[in-house]
Structures are given as structure tokens and as C-alpha cells.
């Protein structure tokens, strides 16, 4: 079955650092998104990517995160310069466009990227 | 108000037992509703979806829309301990090339033996 990859599975770096995780979503889809869960929290949308560029984005998503589609593969997160309240998990997911009954807006998760901000 | 409510729990049920998962959605334009299970530390696993009004059945599992109530479950039949986890509910909405899935802070299920 078809997975999104995305590395690496965790990473430590020192606030003020910057970090890019990346994503290799399923090759039909067009549709792209990064999600965040602190601990102990829900899973929150951060944006969505189509057509090499953003859709939508949240109130969290502010000039300090970035993303990127360098190639035609994988799907970047940068964030410029990390906070410690950015220690999180990371999910990137894709999903096709269509009809729901062809199992279009049904988002496919990564297994995830730790972040942990010193 | 928040945009997809569900109760935190802990649910807990026998093992066997039927387990009710409830969730209620803001945006009367959602247009495809999902049940997501989350073990700790693990991504959300896709359990069913459903976009039409009515029950929608996959094995032990029975998701059940309202849209006039705003109204998703989800029901467990013959819960077993390893449906034990967080279940999240999830409503989709799109417009033009914009769209989000929204989560709910989800119902943590504990199945007793």
C-alpha cells in the first residue's frame, strides 16, 4: 500500500536553529498538508500545498515556517529560527483531488517527525 | 466556538462491549467527515470516513452522519483491548484549491478485560 515517508523520525536542535523536515508524499496525489501535535494535544493544521503553492494556512503558521516542493517528489517544512514551543510531532499528509466516493479528500499521514527544541 | 468538539474521556468498556464515540462539527460546509485512530506517539490511522447522511458500516465498525445535527459517530462492536487508543474525529472542507482537515482533541477508548 501506498505511504507517505518522511524523515527524519526525530530530530534535537538548539532554539534558534533552523530545521527542515521533509516528506515524500504518494506519487498521484496533489494535494499536500503539515500538521503539528504538541504532546499531549490535538493534531493542528498547519497548511496545505497544491499546485507549488500554499492554499491555505493557519494562525500558526507565521513567517517563521516556510514550504517548499524543491523537486518533484518531496515536500519540505522549514522552520527559519525554532522556539522552544515548537517541540512537537510533525505529520506531513497528501490525499488526490475527486469525489469522496472515489477516496479523494481522504488525507494519508506520515509516520511522523519529532521535534524536540533545546 | 470550537470547530470540531469532541469528549476527552476516558471512555472505558468490557471487552465485547459496543463503545459510542461522539463528535459534533461547526461548519455547515464540511463535506466529508473521518474517524481517525491514534496510539500514543503514532500517527493518525484512517478507521472509515463518510460524506452521506446515515450509517456507513466496515466490520466492527459503524460511522453514523447527521448533518442537520452536525452530529458524527462512531460505533465499536465486540471491543477488543487493542482498540484501546485515541479516537479522533476529523471533518473536511474544501474550497476551490483551499483545503483542511480539522481535528477534534479526540476521545481516548480504554477496552477492559
Known amino acids: 500500500e501506498p505511504e507517505v515517508t518522511q524523515t527524519p523520525s526525530h530530530q534535537v536542535t538548539q532554539m534558534g536553529q533552523e530545521v527542515i523536515l521533509r516528506c515524500v508524499p504518494i506519487?498521484?496525489?496533489?494535494?499536500f498538508y503539515w500538521y503539528r501535535q504538541i504532546l499531549g494535544q490535538k493534531v493542528e493544521f498547519l497548511v496545505s500545498f497544491y499546485n507549488n503553492e500554499i492554499s491555505e494556512k493557519s494562525e500558526i503558521f507565521d513567517d517563521q515556517f516556510s514550504v517548499e516542493r524543491p523537486d518533484g517528489s518531496n515536500f519540505t517544512l522549514k522552520i527559519r529560527s525554532t522556539k522552544l514551543e515548537d517541540s512537537a510531532m510533525y505529520f506531513c499528509?497528501?490525499?488526490?483531488?475527486?469525489?469522496?466516493?472515489?477516496?479523494?479528500?481522504?488525507?494519508?499521514f506520515g509516520a511522523g517527525s519529532r521535534l524536540t527544541v533545546l | 466556538q470550537k470547530e470540531v468538539e469532541q469528549n476527552s474521556g476516558p471512555l472505558s468498556v468490557p471487552e465485547g462491549a459496543i463503545a459510542s464515540l461522539n463528535c459534533t462539527y461547526s461548519?455547515?460546509?464540511?463535506?466529508?467527515f473521518f474517524w481517525y485512530r491514534q496510539y500514543s506517539g503514532k500517527s493518525p490511522e484512517l478507521i472509515m470516513f463518510?460524506?452521506?447522511?446515515g450509517d456507513k458500516e466496515d466490520g466492527r465498525f459503524t460511522a453514523q452522519l447527521n448533518k442537520a445535527s452536525q452530529y458524527v459517530s462512531l460505533l465499536i462492536r465486540d471491543s477488543q483491548p487493542s482498540d484501546s487508543a485515541t479516537y479522533l474525529c476529523a471533518v473536511f472542507i474544501s474550497a476551490g484549491t483551499a483545503s483542511k482537515l480539522t481535528f477534534g482533541t479526540g476521545t481516548r477508548l480504554q477496552v477492559t478485560l
Open positions: 463518510i460524506y452521506s447522511n
Open positions: 499528509a497528501s490525499t488526490q483531488p475527486g469525489h469522496p466516493s472515489s477516496g479523494a479528500n481522504v488525507l494519508t
Open positions: 461548519d455547515r460546509g464540511s463535506q466529508s
Open positions: 506519487s498521484n496525489h496533489l494535494y
